[in-house]
Structures are given as structure tokens and as C-alpha cells.
């Protein structure tokens, strides 16, 4: 029926034990109830109070059913099962009284007639102990939470009650079981009891992932200050009118449990993220909580978080946060801001500067430097472009620049602006004057100051066409730099005025300075060179904007140097290097008064230019750079050059072209003028006065560069002296200790324990005039120490001279030594250049001889008005003859061939010169002869012993005493055996004469003329002297015009009179 039927029902302990219908069929609910007393607090609760197992009976089925009261619960089993369990928690059953005699009914309700029981009952046993039987059903029970969710329920008024009704059957999760309700969920777990979770927040827990991810509750809902919490096993739920009902859990809230204050609520829902991650991201009111497996939990917060999610956050360069916001201290401890640290980067912030990333090789050099609490300052910008790749972040107190290709970022907090050298071409300076007497006006402006205005260099008069400024200036760097220099430059002239040049007029900002400092990676960033820069803007009295070159750098400052370590730190990491070829671009900026080398005007005015370059220039350096490389580290020392110290840091490949440009200066006429008077006074070429002369230039500059030469084969080497001690043993008067180029340094060359250097290369010089100049190898042993020094002998021959080249010389940029030919004061008389396949066997002037011999029997006298010079890093070609006056009326040259061939000469005589390419056969001997070569016009005459033959001759007059044009004659000279081929100028007119050797041939002419810079050129074709011995002479009826008419005379001899005349005209 649809009442229950009473199995029985007790009066005096009140219980009853009932069958009611099912809602399966045939299945019957088992109902126990209790009469118990509760608490004041559920008070209403008092009366009877039900348990019911729905559908656990079989209608028609025997069956064992059974109900314990333990004191706490009420537990109902079916055949030992237990079926259904309430707990009434604080609860005491109470007396009804008796109704009538009897106590106890089975089958029916206490009147006896209602709720009659319809079926069988095979006995009935009561206890009022809990039986052995039941204690681990009892037990199991409560263990596995039977009933605790739907006694929580009724504890909260159940269906009528706040968390309503019931809607879906308890859910089973990881050893606990949870239940949901209209308005809340029940959890239960054993350690942890049956919790409620009230409205809202029972949303997230219902959810897959709220309950997997928090586990169950631990406690009851916490409320305090309008917030409600509610604690899980793996996190928490927290509610608040502002924010909702917001989850944490995981790691994220172990790390929130420390930071609440600073974190606040979680805002409303569930950490997000990635389907690889999704509780990647949990969001509180005042910052967030990032999780990663690989990475862990950690806070980003405040201005750090607001630039962390502009930049994608997670997803972006800087990754997962791996630290907290953590503070930031100076060097006495006090905060100065803060920072994040990402596995990409690190984003700091301070009260001045705001939140700023730094990351990559920037971020590893800021961290070198000290970061924030180091000279840089907190960063200002994150990481910016520029050009040609190069990124940078700025700072307080500088920028940090990185390209693609450095070994590391380079921090800048100040660069000079160094302003080396203003160098002059040819300009109009009047007649037979090409050079200038120039002064310049510096003007260099930076971050919005003027650091200098004007500024007059020299101070006062002119300092010729290479002015040495050769100064800097000190400019903060910021990442609002910008830098502005200009350099006026004015060729002085007292009588007719001062004439301006022009200028040249830079600028440089955050975009445009970094980038241009430099074609290397390895330098980039740290030093830019501008050498021959020309004017940007051209004055009227330079003829082209290449007329007027600077030279300045934009540098980091340089370093001081320790002279007990200055070979790895003011000395080149790399060893003596060769280039083959040095390229015509490089011409012009080793000499200051070469412009461009294919100029057909400068051809004329100086006619060596060319020659110069193919005879010595072009092979300056095949040997090795070590002229080169001795005087950019001395020049890098005196704070001079284009690389600060410590220039060990400079590859090969960035200093390469520089060293190449000085490793041919030494062909210049400084160096020439140096070594000619030297040579020929016989000073400082005595190893004991080189000593003296070093020490004091070591004790003024710094260092001093030693050449040492062996005269015997034309070969040299140089290296640089930076240290000097005195005494030794009975005969050495010192040692002069050298950074060789050959020679560079090594990790052997300081004990790694004690750090003493060892100065392996080093020339001791003894009283008796002798020197020897040893280096020392060294082999490594496998702990990387040097070991077994091995001396051996650079230099210990009785021909080989020593000198010690002081700083002045190789200061500045020199000119060609043919402009001190010809230059109005001078200082070099005569120069001569042989190259080829033949020997200068013999090189006299009047009967006084300088050479005799060839190959390793060469000899040379040292007094002599001509010096041979001998070149570092060369071999004996070319042969380079100077003199430091004019010289007699005769100069021979007796040149052998080597093999067959071609020699080549040139040879310059005050104002006039000439240039020789002449075929030789092997063994054969060619004798030339400058007779009055002290004259305005001297006689070249060419004797051979050979077949006749035909070698290409060039006469040049670049200074006429007459004020004639420079003229250039251009031909075939024909020479025979006993036959005197001879050219020269008639001093009377400036006419050409020419006698050719052998017999008669028609000869072609080519004139030039320099007129008034203008490039005028004409060819006589057919000029025949009718026989042996006759001579002709070639006069232009115009000298302004060698296409005009010439009159071409016919003369028995050089010096003999007119057989025939005749005009003919130039085409």
C-alpha cells in the first residue's frame, strides 16, 4: 500500500523500523526512525527523525535488515549492507512515556491496527550493545561518508532549508563523494567532513575543473569584512560584492597565501590559459599569479605587470615569470625600486623612471655592470632599433647597444668626439703653390649645449695643408642624444685676405649614430672612424669638395694602460699579418698631398704620383705590417689614434685598413727626411745612443718604436719598446722590453697563480756598441702553463742598423717625399726609386760610391749625400735612394739584369725628373748617367751593352726657373750598343732635346702641359734625326698650346749648331 508497514516501533526507546513503497517495482524503502532531543540551536529539529534506504527491499525476498544507533547515527543494513546512514550530531533520544502496558510492537503501529505489516517475520533481536558483527559495517560507513552529505543537508533544513533541493544523485571524485543542490553543494571527504558550498561559488567547484583542481573542502565558509572563503584542499574560493566569486589554486595559491595584502581578491572565474597550460594565468584585483610547470608560480604586479601584458606577456620575448617583484638596493642597502625577473628578461621600475624590460645581451652586460645600482641607472626605454640592425636600451646614465654578430652588448655612458686632422690637397695658392696654410674653427654641439663654439685651431697664424686639432671632447650619451659637429676650415693669406674652404657639417642621433660607428661587428658600437671625409659644404677658393679631408672619431673613452701588462692590454691580439696588395684607395689617405692618383692634371704637377704607387706603395705591407702595427699601438697610447686603448680588444679585421695606411707612411717624407738625415749624420744608429734616445721617449710618450735594418739585403723589422731597465752583467748597459708584432700575447706569458708577466720579447744592448733582440716561444705543458722558453736571435749581424723613431715622426700624415723635392724649402734633394728585373750594381755620385755589388754582396757607405733605404716588413725591392741635399753635377746607375725582363726607374732631381721602363736581357748592363743633376735641367744619357732596344721615357719639368708651364714629354727612347742615348732640356728656352741611340727612326712625341691647372696635350708624330749622333730639338711656337705649331730642329749634337728647321704642328 501507500502507507508504510511498521516491521516494529518501540515507546519507552523510541524507534521504529517501517517498509514503504519503492519507486522501482517491486522494490520496497527501508525507513528507520528515531525520536532525539537536539541542540538549542536545532531545537526545531526535536521529535521524530527519519533515515531511508530507497529500493533495498525485494518484494517476495527474504531478508536481514537491521538498524544501529551508535550515539552519533543512525545506520540502516539490508543482509549486512549497509544502506543508508544520518548523522545527528549533539542529539539524545528521548522517553515518549508509555502509551499502554506495552512498550514494544512488531508487525504494527502502537494502536495495534494501523500500518500492519504484510508478510513474514522470522524473528526479531534487539541489543543494546553494538554487535561484533556490525562494528566493520559500521565502521566502512562512516568511512566512505554514507549519509554525511544528506545529513549536512538536513542540518541546513533540507529541501525547505537554504540549499534546497537535491538535483542529481552524490558524485564520486578521487575518495570523496559531493552532492548538488539548487542553491549550494554538499562535499564530503573523511579527513575533511561534510562542508558546504554555498551559492556562488558552488559553480566553480561543480565544474570538471574546479573540483579536480581544488579538491574538496577543509573547513566551512569563512566571512569576514564583507569576503567569504572557502578552503580547499588545493586552493580556495573567495567572494566578495566587488569581485565575485574568484578561484585559486595549485601552486599559484601557495604563492597567493604570502601575498594576499598585495594581490587582493582573485577577480570573478578560474585561472585561464593555453590548452597546453590552462591554469597559466590566475587574475587579482591588483596583479596576477603566472604558473608553468618549468618555470613554477611567481607574482607580476603593479606598473611591471601592466608593461609585462602590453608585450603578450607569457607569450611573448620575456616568457614566464620566474621571481617574484623583488626589491631593488644601492650599495648601502637602501631601495631604490624594484624588479621582475622573466626567463627572457628582467623588467625593473622605479618612482623616476617607470617600468622598463631589458632582456638579451643588453640585460647580460646591464647585470655585469651592477644593474640599477650601478653607473647605468635604472633603464628608461626597453630595447629600441636603430640602423643596420643594432638594437639598444637606454638608461639614466647611458645606452647599452647590441648588433647581430658581437660577442657581447657594449654599455656607453660617454663618447669623445676626437677632431684628428684636417688634411689639404691641391688647391691654388698661388703661382707654382699648391698647398695651403690652413686654420679651422671647431663647433660641437650636444643634449641641447654648445661644447664648444668655434674654436680656433691653432690658436693663432696657419698650420700648412695638415692641420693636427687632435682633440676631444667629452659628450654624455642618452638615448635623446644628438650630436652636432662642424669644422670650418680658411686658407690664411695676410696680403690678399683669408679664403674660406668650406666646412664639413655632421650630425648624429639615437637612429643614425649607432650602426656607422663602424663596418666590423667587433668594434661596432665603441669606436667609429671618418678618415678623408670631404666637405659637405664647398667654400669658392677650393676647386672640389674632396680639396679639404678630415679626419675624426666618435669613440668610447679609452682606458689607462699598466705597463706591466701592456702587451694583452696596449698591444694587437693577433699576430704580424701581410697584405699582398695595398689598393689605390688607401694612396691618398696615407699622403696628405696625394688627391686622386688618376687625376691627368696631377699627372703633370706631380708626375711621381703614379709611379710611386706602383714601384713602392702597392707592395708596402706584402711582407707583414709591422711599421703599421708598432705605430697605431703607439698612437692608440698617446690617445691619438682611432682606437682608444685597450686596443687588444680590436681584431685584425677592424684596424686591418688602418694599419695598412700607417705600414706604408713609412714611405712618406717624414719618415724619408728622418732616416736620410740620420743615416747620413750617422746619429741614432749606434745601438747605445738608440738606447739613451729610447729611454727618453719611453719616459716622455710612453713608448718609442725600434726599427732595426739590415743594410745588406734591404730587409727591416719594427717593434715597439714600453719598458726599459738599466745594468745586467759587466758589459750590457740595458734591455729595452718590445711588443712585437710577431709576437703577440699569450696566456703563458702570466703566471696564472702569482699573475707575474713575463716580457718575452725584449733587445739588450751592450757598451761596445752591439745589440742583440731576442723572442722568446714558448711551448704549453697539458695545464696550460708556458713551459721550456726557447731564445733564438732575431737580430745579431754586423750590417743591421738600429734606430729608435721617436712619436713626432709618426704623428701626423706625411706627404710624398716628391713634394719635398720640390717643395721651395728643401729637405729632401734628390729621390730615386729602381724596381724590376735588374740589380743597381753600382750607385756613385761624382766618384763617390754608395753601392757596390748585389744580392748578399751588396755593399753601402754610410756617409754619403745619397742614404739607401731600408723598409720594415720589406725585402730589397724596391731599392728607394734619398738625399738630404742636392747633389753633385753626376749621378750613375749601373743597373745588371737578373733575368729577362723589365727594370723600371724613377728618379726626381729638385724640380725636374725623369721615369724609365726599359727592357734588359739576363747578365746584361745598362749604365744611366745624370749629368748637371744639380741643375734646374740635368742630362739623363743611357749607355747599353746589349742589343738595340726601345724603353718607354718620361721627362718631366715641374718647376720651371722661367715660369714656363710643367710640361711632361712622353716617348720611345731607341738605344744601341756603343751608342749614347741621350735627353735633356735647353736651359735656354725649355725646349726638349733628344738624341737617340743606333740608327736613325722616327720618334713620336707626346706633350702635356699643365696651364694654369688646365690639362693641355698634343703628339708630334715622325721627328727623325737623318743620321747617328745628330740631336733634335723641339721648341712650341706656343707654350699653352701643344697641338700648335713646333719648331723642330735638326742639330749636329746636343750642343751643336742648327743643320735644318722646320715646322711642324702637334695632334
Same mark, same amino acid.
Given at each position: 500500500g501507500a502507507d508504510p508497514d511498521k516491521l516494529m516501533e518501540s515507546q519507552s526507546t523510541p524507534f521504529s523500523l517501517s517498509l514503504a513503497p519503492g519507486s522501482a517495482a517491486n522494490k520496497l524503502n527501508l525507513v528507520a526512525s528515531l525520536h532525539l532531543r537536539h541542540t538549542p540551536q536545532n531545537q526545531d529539529r526535536t521529535g521524530w527523525n527519519a533515515v531511508v534506504a530507497e529500493n533495498v527491499v525485494q518484494v517476495g525476498d527474504w531478508a536481514t535488515v537491521a538498524m544501529i544507533w551508535d550515539g552519533d547515527s543512525l545506520l540502516l543494513l539490508v543482509d549486512g549492507r549497509a544502506v543508508?546512514?544520518?548523522?545527528?550530531?549533539?542529539?539524545?533520544?528521548?522517553?515518549?512515556?508509555?502509551?499502554?502496558?506495552t512498550h514494544f510492537w512488531v508487525g504494527t503501529w502502537v494502536d495495534g491496527r494501523r500500518n500492519r505489516y504484510s508478510g513474514k517475520i522470522a524473528g526479531i533481536r534487539v541489543w543494546n550493545t553494538i554487535p561484533d558483527k556490525y562494528i566493520e559495517a559500521l565502521g566502512r560507513a562512516e568511512e566512505s561518508g554514507l549519509g554525511a552529505i544528506d545529513s549536512r543537508h538536513e542540518d541546513f533544513g533540507g529541501d525547505a532549508g537554504s540549499l534546497g533541493k537535491a538535483l542529481a544523485a552524490e558524485q564520486f571524485y578521487n575518495g570523496g563523494r559531493w552532492r548538488r543542490y539548487e542553491k549550494g553543494t554538499i562535499a564530503w571527504k573523511q579527513d575533511n567532513g561534510a562542508r558546504v558550498i554555498a551559492a556562488p561559488m558552488h559553480t566553480i567547484f561543480n565544474s570538471d575543473r574546479?573540483?579536480?583542481?581544488?579538491?574538496?573542502?577543509?573547513?566551512?565558509?569563512?566571512?569576514?569584512?564583507?569576503?567569504?572563503?572557502?578552503?580547499?584542499?588545493?586552493?580556495?574560493i573567495y567572494w566578495s560584492q566587488a569581485t565575485g566569486a574568484g578561484a585559486v589554486w595549485g601552486p599559484a595559491y601557495l604563492r597567493y597565501l604570502t601575498l594576499t595584502n598585495v594581490l587582493g581578491l582573485p577577480q570573478a572565474g578560474m585561472p585561464f590559459g593555453t590548452q597546453a597550460n590552462p591554469d597559466l594565468t590566475t587574475k587579482f584585483q591588483r596583479g596576477r599569479i603566472y604558473y608553468a610547470r618549468h618555470t613554477g608560480a611567481f607574482e607580476v604586479h603593479g606598473s611591471i605587470l601592466d608593461l609585462y601584458t602590453s608585450l603578450q606577456g607569457p607569450s611573448g620575448f620575456l616568457g614566464m615569470p620566474i621571481s617574484d617583484e623583488t626589491e631593488v638596493h644601492d650599495a648601502t642597502g637602501r631601495q631604490i625600486g624594484v624588479a621582475s625577473v622573466f626567463e627572457g628578461g628582467t623588467i625593473y621600475h622605479s618612482s623616476r623612471t617607470g617600468a622598463n624590460e631589458v632582456h638579451g645581451e643588453i640585460l647580460k652586460t646591464y647585470q655585469r655592470l651592477g644593474g640599477p645600482a650601478g653607473s647605468l641607472g635604472f633603464p628608461i626605454t626597453g630595447e629600441r632599433g636603430a640602423q643596420n640592425g643594432v638594437r639598444y636600451s637606454a638608461f639614466e646614465n647611458g645606452v647599452i647597444v647590441w648588433r647581430g654578430g658581437w660577442e657581447s652588448a657594449k654599455a656607453v655612458c660617454e663618447y669623445e668626439v676626437y677632431v684628428e686632422q684636417v688634411l689639404g690637397g691641391k688647391i691654388d695658392d698661388g703661382p707654382w703653390d699648391s698647398s695651403g696654410e690652413f686654420f679651422a674653427r671647431v663647433t660641437l654641439e650636444a643634449n641641447g649645449q654648445c661644447l664648444v663654439n668655434r674654436e680656433r685651431h691653432p690658436r693663432s697664424g696657419s698650420s700648412g695643408a695638415c692641420l693636427k686639432i687632435e682633440k676631444g671632447w667629452k659628450v654624455p650619451i642618452r638615448h635623446d642624444t644628438q650630436i652636432y659637429l662642424k669644422v670650418d676650415v680658411w686658407d690664411e693669406d695676410g696680403l690678399s685676405g683669408d679664403e674660406y674652404h668650406g666646412r664639413i657639417e655632421v650630425r648624429y642621433d639615437i637612429n643614425t649614430l649607432w650602426g656607422t660607428l663602424s663596418n666590423s661587428p667587433a668594434i661596432d658600437g665603441e669606436v667609429g672612424v671618418w678618415n678623408q671625409q670631404p666637405m659637405t659644404t664647398k667654400g669658392a677658393s677650393s676647386p672640389k669638395f674632396g680639396s679639404i679631408r678630415f679626419n675624426y672619431t666618435i669613440r668610447t673613452e679609452a682606458e689607462k694602460v699598466d705597463h706591466e701588462l701592456f702587451r694583452n692590454q696596449a698591444w694587437w691580439s693577433f699576430s704580424n699579418f701581410s697584405t699582398p696588395c695595398l689598393g689605390k684607395s688607401l694612396y691618398p689617405e696615407t699622403f696628405r698631398d696625394v688627391d686622386v692618383i688618376t687625376d691627368t692634371v696631377e699627372a703633370i704637377l706631380n708626375p711621381f704620383d703614379e709611379l710611386y704607387y706602383e714601384l713602392a706603395f702597392k707592395e708596402a705591407a706584402k711582407s707583414g705590417n709591422c711599421f703599421g702595427m708598432s705605430t697605431v699601438g703607439f698612437r692608440a697610447l698617446r690617445g691619438h689614434g682611432s682606437f682608444p686603448e685597450h686596443i687588444y680588444r680590436f681584431p685584425q679585421a677592424a684596424v686591418e685598413r688602418h694599419i695598412n695606411v700607417k705600414q706604408a707612411s713609412q714611405y712618406g717624407a717624414d719618415m724619408l727626411h728622418w732616416m736620410v738625415r740620420n743615416l747620413f749624420n750617422g746619429n741614432l744608429i749606434q745601438p747605445v745612443d738608440v738606447f739613451n734616445e729610447a729611454r727618453r721617449e719611453i719616459d716622455r710618450c710612453g713608448a718609442c718604436i725600434i726599427s732595426m735594418m739590415n743594410m745588406a739585403n734591404g730587409t727591416g723589422h719594427a717593434v715597439l719598446a714600453y719598458k726599459y731597465d738599466l745594468g745586467g752583467d759587466n758589459n750590457r748597459l740595458g734591455c729595452l722590453y718590445v711588443a712585437d708584432p710577431n709576437r703577440p700575447w699569450a696566456a703563458g706569458d702570466q703566471d696564472p697563480v702569482t699573475k707575474k708577466v713575463r716580457h718575452p720579447s725584449f733587445i739588450e744592448v751592450f757598451k761596445n756598441n752591439s745589440f742583440r733582440a731576442t723572442s722568446i716561444t714558448t711551448k704549453k705543458n697539458p695545464n696550460g702553463f708556458a713551459s721550456n722558453p726557447v731564445d733564438f736571435t732575431l737580430v745579431e749581424l754586423p750590417s743591421t742598423l738600429m734606430m729608435a723613431i721617436p712619436y713626432r715622426v709618426v704623428s701626423g700624415v706625411p706627404r710624398t717625399p716628391f713634394w719635398e723635392v720640390v717643395a721651395t724649402l728643401l729637405a729632401i734633394g734628390v729621390f730615386a726609386v729602381l724596381l724590376g728585373d735588374a740589380d743597381a750594381e753600382q750607385v756613385s755620385v761624382g766618384n763617390d760610391e754608395l753601392i757596390s755589388g748585389s744580392g748578399n754582396n751588396r755593399r753601402y757607405k754610410r756617409n754619403h749625400p745619397l742614404?739607401?733605404?731600408?723598409?720594415?716588413?720589406?725585402?730589397?725591392?724596391?731599392? !728607394?735612394?734619398? @738625399?738630404?741635399?742636392?747633389?753633385?753635377?753626376? *749621378?750613375?746607375?749601373?743597373?745588371?739584369?737578373?733575368?729577362?725582363?723589365?727594370y723600371r726607374q724613377a728618379v726626381l732631381l729638385g724640380p725636374a725628373g725623369y721615369k724609365l721602363d726599359n727592357p734588359i736581357a739576363a747578365n746584361a748592363r745598362d749604365t744611366l748617367r745624370v749629368e748637371d743633376a744639380d741643375s734646374a735641367f740635368p742630362l739623363l744619357s743611357l749607355e747599353v751593352d746589349g742589343v738595340t732596344k726601345s724603353g718607354a721615357l718620361e721627362y718631366f719639368v715641374a718647376r720651371d726657373p722661367s715660369n714656363r708651364p710643367a710640361r711632361r714629354f712622353s716617348l720611345d727612347l731607341q738605344q744601341a750598343k756603343g751608342d749614347i742615348a741621350r735627353v735633356g732640356i735647353d736651359p735656354r728656352g725649355g725646349a726638349l732635346m733628344l738624341s737617340p741611340g743606333g740608327a736613325p727612326a722616327?720618334?713620336?712625341?707626346?706633350?702635356? !702641359?699643365?696651364? @694654369?691647372?688646365?690639362?693641355?696635350?698634343?703628339? *708630334?708624330?715622325?721627328?727623325t734625326p737623318t743620321s747617328g749622333g745628330e740631336a733634335v730639338r723641339i721648341v712650341p711656337a706656343d707654350w699653352a698650346n701643344p697641338r700648335g705649331d713646333f719648331a723642330v730642329e735638326r742639330l749636329s749634337s746636343l750642343s751643336g749648331g742648327v743643320l735644318e728647321r722646320k715646322i711642324m704642328r702637334g695632334s
Amino acid at each position: 500500500g501507500a502507507d508504510p508497514d511498521k516491521l516494529m516501533e518501540s515507546q519507552s526507546t523510541p524507534f521504529s523500523l517501517s517498509l514503504a513503497p519503492g519507486s522501482a517495482a517491486n522494490k520496497l524503502n527501508l525507513v528507520a526512525s528515531l525520536h532525539l532531543r537536539h541542540t538549542p540551536q536545532n531545537q526545531d529539529r526535536t521529535g521524530w527523525n527519519a533515515v531511508v534506504a530507497e529500493n533495498v527491499v525485494q518484494v517476495g525476498d527474504w531478508a536481514t535488515v537491521a538498524m544501529i544507533w551508535d550515539g552519533d547515527s543512525l545506520l540502516l543494513l539490508v543482509d549486512g549492507r549497509a544502506v543508508a546512514r544520518r548523522v545527528f550530531r549533539n542529539a539524545e533520544i528521548i522517553d515518549l512515556g508509555k502509551v499502554n502496558a506495552t512498550h514494544f510492537w512488531v508487525g504494527t503501529w502502537v494502536d495495534g491496527r494501523r500500518n500492519r505489516y504484510s508478510g513474514k517475520i522470522a524473528g526479531i533481536r534487539v541489543w543494546n550493545t553494538i554487535p561484533d558483527k556490525y562494528i566493520e559495517a559500521l565502521g566502512r560507513a562512516e568511512e566512505s561518508g554514507l549519509g554525511a552529505i544528506d545529513s549536512r543537508h538536513e542540518d541546513f533544513g533540507g529541501d525547505a532549508g537554504s540549499l534546497g533541493k537535491a538535483l542529481a544523485a552524490e558524485q564520486f571524485y578521487n575518495g570523496g563523494r559531493w552532492r548538488r543542490y539548487e542553491k549550494g553543494t554538499i562535499a564530503w571527504k573523511q579527513d575533511n567532513g561534510a562542508r558546504v558550498i554555498a551559492a556562488p561559488m558552488h559553480t566553480i567547484f561543480n565544474s570538471d575543473r574546479g573540483y579536480r583542481s581544488l579538491g574538496y573542502p577543509i573547513a566551512d565558509e569563512a566571512v569576514k569584512g564583507g569576503v567569504r572563503a572557502m578552503y580547499f584542499e588545493m586552493g580556495a574560493i573567495y567572494w566578495s560584492q566587488a569581485t565575485g566569486a574568484g578561484a585559486v589554486w595549485g601552486p599559484a595559491y601557495l604563492r597567493y597565501l604570502t601575498l594576499t595584502n598585495v594581490l587582493g581578491l582573485p577577480q570573478a572565474g578560474m585561472p585561464f590559459g593555453t590548452q597546453a597550460n590552462p591554469d597559466l594565468t590566475t587574475k587579482f584585483q591588483r596583479g596576477r599569479i603566472y604558473y608553468a610547470r618549468h618555470t613554477g608560480a611567481f607574482e607580476v604586479h603593479g606598473s611591471i605587470l601592466d608593461l609585462y601584458t602590453s608585450l603578450q606577456g607569457p607569450s611573448g620575448f620575456l616568457g614566464m615569470p620566474i621571481s617574484d617583484e623583488t626589491e631593488v638596493h644601492d650599495a648601502t642597502g637602501r631601495q631604490i625600486g624594484v624588479a621582475s625577473v622573466f626567463e627572457g628578461g628582467t623588467i625593473y621600475h622605479s618612482s623616476r623612471t617607470g617600468a622598463n624590460e631589458v632582456h638579451g645581451e643588453i640585460l647580460k652586460t646591464y647585470q655585469r655592470l651592477g644593474g640599477p645600482a650601478g653607473s647605468l641607472g635604472f633603464p628608461i626605454t626597453g630595447e629600441r632599433g636603430a640602423q643596420n640592425g643594432v638594437r639598444y636600451s637606454a638608461f639614466e646614465n647611458g645606452v647599452i647597444v647590441w648588433r647581430g654578430g658581437w660577442e657581447s652588448a657594449k654599455a656607453v655612458c660617454e663618447y669623445e668626439v676626437y677632431v684628428e686632422q684636417v688634411l689639404g690637397g691641391k688647391i691654388d695658392d698661388g703661382p707654382w703653390d699648391s698647398s695651403g696654410e690652413f686654420f679651422a674653427r671647431v663647433t660641437l654641439e650636444a643634449n641641447g649645449q654648445c661644447l664648444v663654439n668655434r674654436e680656433r685651431h691653432p690658436r693663432s697664424g696657419s698650420s700648412g695643408a695638415c692641420l693636427k686639432i687632435e682633440k676631444g671632447w667629452k659628450v654624455p650619451i642618452r638615448h635623446d642624444t644628438q650630436i652636432y659637429l662642424k669644422v670650418d676650415v680658411w686658407d690664411e693669406d695676410g696680403l690678399s685676405g683669408d679664403e674660406y674652404h668650406g666646412r664639413i657639417e655632421v650630425r648624429y642621433d639615437i637612429n643614425t649614430l649607432w650602426g656607422t660607428l663602424s663596418n666590423s661587428p667587433a668594434i661596432d658600437g665603441e669606436v667609429g672612424v671618418w678618415n678623408q671625409q670631404p666637405m659637405t659644404t664647398k667654400g669658392a677658393s677650393s676647386p672640389k669638395f674632396g680639396s679639404i679631408r678630415f679626419n675624426y672619431t666618435i669613440r668610447t673613452e679609452a682606458e689607462k694602460v699598466d705597463h706591466e701588462l701592456f702587451r694583452n692590454q696596449a698591444w694587437w691580439s693577433f699576430s704580424n699579418f701581410s697584405t699582398p696588395c695595398l689598393g689605390k684607395s688607401l694612396y691618398p689617405e696615407t699622403f696628405r698631398d696625394v688627391d686622386v692618383i688618376t687625376d691627368t692634371v696631377e699627372a703633370i704637377l706631380n708626375p711621381f704620383d703614379e709611379l710611386y704607387y706602383e714601384l713602392a706603395f702597392k707592395e708596402a705591407a706584402k711582407s707583414g705590417n709591422c711599421f703599421g702595427m708598432s705605430t697605431v699601438g703607439f698612437r692608440a697610447l698617446r690617445g691619438h689614434g682611432s682606437f682608444p686603448e685597450h686596443i687588444y680588444r680590436f681584431p685584425q679585421a677592424a684596424v686591418e685598413r688602418h694599419i695598412n695606411v700607417k705600414q706604408a707612411s713609412q714611405y712618406g717624407a717624414d719618415m724619408l727626411h728622418w732616416m736620410v738625415r740620420n743615416l747620413f749624420n750617422g746619429n741614432l744608429i749606434q745601438p747605445v745612443d738608440v738606447f739613451n734616445e729610447a729611454r727618453r721617449e719611453i719616459d716622455r710618450c710612453g713608448a718609442c718604436i725600434i726599427s732595426m735594418m739590415n743594410m745588406a739585403n734591404g730587409t727591416g723589422h719594427a717593434v715597439l719598446a714600453y719598458k726599459y731597465d738599466l745594468g745586467g752583467d759587466n758589459n750590457r748597459l740595458g734591455c729595452l722590453y718590445v711588443a712585437d708584432p710577431n709576437r703577440p700575447w699569450a696566456a703563458g706569458d702570466q703566471d696564472p697563480v702569482t699573475k707575474k708577466v713575463r716580457h718575452p720579447s725584449f733587445i739588450e744592448v751592450f757598451k761596445n756598441n752591439s745589440f742583440r733582440a731576442t723572442s722568446i716561444t714558448t711551448k704549453k705543458n697539458p695545464n696550460g702553463f708556458a713551459s721550456n722558453p726557447v731564445d733564438f736571435t732575431l737580430v745579431e749581424l754586423p750590417s743591421t742598423l738600429m734606430m729608435a723613431i721617436p712619436y713626432r715622426v709618426v704623428s701626423g700624415v706625411p706627404r710624398t717625399p716628391f713634394w719635398e723635392v720640390v717643395a721651395t724649402l728643401l729637405a729632401i734633394g734628390v729621390f730615386a726609386v729602381l724596381l724590376g728585373d735588374a740589380d743597381a750594381e753600382q750607385v756613385s755620385v761624382g766618384n763617390d760610391e754608395l753601392i757596390s755589388g748585389s744580392g748578399n754582396n751588396r755593399r753601402y757607405k754610410r756617409n754619403h749625400p745619397l742614404q739607401a733605404m731600408s723598409f720594415m716588413d720589406s725585402d730589397d725591392s724596391p731599392l !728607394i735612394l734619398a @738625399g738630404q741635399n742636392r747633389i753633385a753635377d753626376l *749621378l750613375e746607375i749601373d743597373m745588371k739584369g737578373s733575368k729577362q725582363g723589365r727594370y723600371r726607374q724613377a728618379v726626381l732631381l729638385g724640380p725636374a725628373g725623369y721615369k724609365l721602363d726599359n727592357p734588359i736581357a739576363a747578365n746584361a748592363r745598362d749604365t744611366l748617367r745624370v749629368e748637371d743633376a744639380d741643375s734646374a735641367f740635368p742630362l739623363l744619357s743611357l749607355e747599353v751593352d746589349g742589343v738595340t732596344k726601345s724603353g718607354a721615357l718620361e721627362y718631366f719639368v715641374a718647376r720651371d726657373p722661367s715660369n714656363r708651364p710643367a710640361r711632361r714629354f712622353s716617348l720611345d727612347l731607341q738605344q744601341a750598343k756603343g751608342d749614347i742615348a741621350r735627353v735633356g732640356i735647353d736651359p735656354r728656352g725649355g725646349a726638349l732635346m733628344l738624341s737617340p741611340g743606333g740608327a736613325p727612326a722616327p720618334v713620336n712625341i707626346a706633350v702635356a !702641359i699643365n696651364d @694654369g691647372g688646365q690639362l693641355r696635350t698634343g703628339t *708630334l708624330r715622325g721627328v727623325t734625326p737623318t743620321s747617328g749622333g745628330e740631336a733634335v730639338r723641339i721648341v712650341p711656337a706656343d707654350w699653352a698650346n701643344p697641338r700648335g705649331d713646333f719648331a723642330v730642329e735638326r742639330l749636329s749634337s746636343l750642343s751643336g749648331g742648327v743643320l735644318e728647321r722646320k715646322i711642324m704642328r702637334g695632334s
